[in-house]
């Protein structure tokens, strides 16, 4: 099985990009808004859930006019809310993965507009809806602090109305968040009927979509496969935008920009990730470990499909920057570029080369 996997480190200054929805302890107001944060015996780390990357992937995706994708429909009942979940038609159920579960009484929606747009589902013999799933090819980690930070708690007031100023509390916080993901391409475009959790990805309705579409079947899978030009185009489309990634809350406050200031991609075979340990922070000063890259890219020679691309935006740690320009490992090519363009690299790779990974 072929992935494409990689890390990126993003810049946050004084930054409160995940939020926690609790209240500040010991706060002088009864007004809050906490970060999000793991606390350890080393300090208090600040972190993003993979959750919220995955809603600014997602909305860096649909909003960017030049980059192809087309999102699902999202269908709000009263304790649960699913996507149409057909990846069929829609990208992101594809590539992000579902979990559509309506209740028994989702029936009763027939009328409502925007219900009555989305896949009808497969019934069991009680006139009840069958669940799909599907376990997403797209894997993203939580981002965490690459070192412990002091928070920052600051105190403001609303004072634009008449009477007394309304007094409020945030926190915030500076440093360099972590992050990994890994796409599995030979999930991508492919969708199971099997009857277990994660791959029951079409019921008896979308099957037959799927016959209709023409889609590839494979019978010793229980699966049918979209054709290798539709499964490259989304693909790339979802690597364009990591490199444009954009959101956060507090940015009216803060403005983060959270596209990666780094980011060392490849392609690989198998799921294990070689570019985990290479960035270190003590007392406040980041670290690139040029060894453990070589090292770790030494012990995936075999492995590597593609050139190892590296993206580093001009400006961010210059000085560790540079000792990428000595950098050379026997046998393996190396890309050098920003973060855009070594993701714009390995999404041009990815079309010119599907000989390599798509077996």
Known sequence: ??????????????????????????????????????????????????QAVRYWLRNTLEQSEDIEWYPSIVYREDKVAYTDANPLVYWDDDLLGYMRAPSRKAGSRAGDDLFDKLTPMEEDSKGNPKPVTRAAPMRVSTFVSLGPVRITNDFGVMARQEGDPAPYEHQFYRATLHGLFSLDLGMAGKFFYRRRTGFQNLDAVRVKLATERGLEHLPGELAYRLPREERIRRVR??????????????????????????TILAFIKGGNHPFNYLFTEKGGVVRFQEDVLAKAVSDARADLLSPVFIGWKHGYLPEERAKLEQ?????VEIKHGTPREAFSGAADWLAQNADKWDR
């Open 237 to 262: 489309s979802i690597l364009i935008g990591l490199g444009r990634l954009q959101g956060g809350a507090k940015q009216t406050l803060h403005y983060t920009d959270v596209t990666p200031a780094v």
């Open 1 to 50: 099985m072929s992935f494409i996997t990689g890390m990126m480190l993003i810049d946050a200054p004084a930054s409160a990009l995940n939020n926690s929805g609790e209240s500040i302890q010991g706060a002088r107001t009864e007004n809050t808004s906490a970060v999000k944060f793991i606390s350890t015996s080393r300090g208090d780390f600040p972190y993003v859930t993979a």
């Open 327 to 331: 950098l050379t490992i026997d046998g």
